[in-house]
């Protein structure tokens, strides 16, 4: 019995752990994802409504907005915006996507505390959203 519990805790011990960067992992794929969505609806919807839509990136909130949805990234992650200078605010990057279907360009990098690099870029000709690096440990 009291090997039974014994190995029962070094299984614990190893497994909990384990589960707890799997499920960060998740949550870290997860707002990537969410993220692609956002900016791939606001384009969607520019060409829809004929009315030019924004996705503000906040990297010190660690948001990415569009609309009333929110793409939330844990604290340990670092955001960065590249986009057009005459659309950004002090605290946030936009980026516009045009009713012709174009785009102002830019994407979205995200950074895990483990060197782990997505690049998110937007086509600032044909506003084209697309993964352009995801390491293989995201």
Known sequence: MVAAITIVGLVMAVAVPQSIKFYESMQFRSSVRETITLLKSA????????????VVVEPNAKTVRFGKRTAQFEREVQLSVNSAAELN???AGV???YPDGGASGGGVDIRRENGVVISIAVDWLIGRVRLVS???AA
């Not at 520019?46 to 030019?52: C, E, L, N, S, T």
């Open 43 to 54: 384009r969607h919807a520019a060409i829809a409504q004929g009315v030019a839509q924004d």
């Open 89 to 91: 605010t002090d605290a």
């Open 95 to 97: 980026i516009r996507f």
């Open 134 to 136: 995801a390491d293989a």
